[in-house]
């Protein structure tokens, strides 16, 4: 495996062109978003897309989104409404992805089989220029082993994924944290599929909109399988009391013999036991999340988070912890 670090702001088309040449041959290629890292292959080679589920051990039916670098490419690939294209104009480039009808030269692999495509154009100069010199769209789900904390810093892939994949492009820290809002434009009122940093309150300004929070299909990713989890247990604690009650509990479990770890903002508060910070604002909480549940998990096995008011941003936040582990309403 071979790994390039660039700067995420400066770097030359020539830095790019070993993972762009990749990308090409069907290889697989990790790179990274302003939301999390991806790994990603030719969203239009089936063979090339299902070495993506067998590095991930993902099923077969959860759809990838397939990321584009210029408006153009989506036409290729899919036919927009008018819902979508006003989407497109609004919020491409950035963190949210369309659910449209797809064409044709889509594979049933990359869609899982469904007659629709998941398509984003990412807010990052790295992932723009890597799909611009491959010369094709593509499909890139979270870099991680399914279900896993998605990787928010090349190390995690890494941690991940060891050889198995063919190279990583390592530009730091990602700038959300949290993977794209996902939106179904073939239905009105618009379905948010999953939340994300383009939040239900943004995308009301234009449309009607509803948020779908279980489906029996996986109609796009994070939907249908377990997500974000570590191996440690997940204990969520939401509301007036959830910081006294999570050092009550923190307490309770370590008598028993448990390595507790809390996840707060202030954190700094919570003496005494491992903690990570997850800062004073949702932006800030949302950027750390899975990097606090990584780290927690290498020394406890059990993780106490605190939860959050589910709106804006902190709808996300809570998805993400739904699926994570167990929320109680304190």
């Known amino acids: 495996m071979r790994i390039i670090r660039i700067s995420s702001e400066k770097f030359s088309e020539e830095e790019l062109s070993y993972p762009a040449e990749l990308i090409k041959a069907g290889n697989l290629v990790a790179f990274p978003t302003e939301t999390v890292y991806g790994l990603g292959a030719n969203a239009l080679e089936g063979k090339a897309v299902r070495k ?3 590095a991930k051990g993902r099923p077969s039916d959860n759809p990838l989104i397939v990321h584009v670098h210029e408006h153009e490419q989506i036409y290729e690939l899919a036919k927009p409404n008018r819902v979508a294209e006003k989407l497109v104009e609004e919020f491409f480039p950035g963190p949210l992805t369309l659910v449209m009808r797809k064409k044709e030269v889509v594979p049933g692999e ?17 992932a723009l220029k890597l799909i611009e010199l491959s010369g094709v769209p593509i499909a890139a789900p979270s870099a991680n082993k399914s ?33 794209s809002t996902v939106v179904d434009t073939t239905t009105y009122p618009l379905e948010i599929l999953r939340p994300g940093a383009i939040t239900r309150e943004m995308l009301e300004e234009f449309f009607e909109v509803k948020v779908i929070k279980k489906s029996d299909v996986a109609r796009s990713p994070g939907m249908k399988y377990r997500h974000y ?24 479990l370590s008598r028993d013999g448990r390595k507790v770890g809390i996840a707060a903002m202030k954190a700094d508060e919570f003496e005494g036991i491992a903690t990570y910070n997850l800062g004073s604002t949702l932006r800030e909480f949302a950027e750390r999340l899975f990097d606090a549940l990584r780290e927690l998990d290498r020394v406890c096995d059990v993780i106490i988070v605190e939860g959050v008011e589910e709106k804006g941003l902190g709808l996300a936040i809570m998805n993400r912890l739904s699926k994570a582990g167990r929320v109680y309403r304190v």
């Open 52 to 54: 993506i589920f067998a």
């Open 110 to 126: 990359t869609t899982g089989g469904l007659n629709t495509v998941a398509v984003r154009m990412p807010a990052h100069k790295v």
């Open 147 to 179: 279900g896993k904390p998605s990787p928010t810093r090349a190390e995690h892939v890494i941690e991940d994924f060891g050889n198995e994949i063919d190279c990583i492009i390592d530009a730091g820290k990602t700038r959300i944290g949290l993977e």
């Open 229 to 252: 989890s570590p191996e440690a247990d997940v204990i969520v604690l939401v509301g007036d009391t959830a910081r006294d009650e999570m050092r009550e509990l923190a307490e309770r």
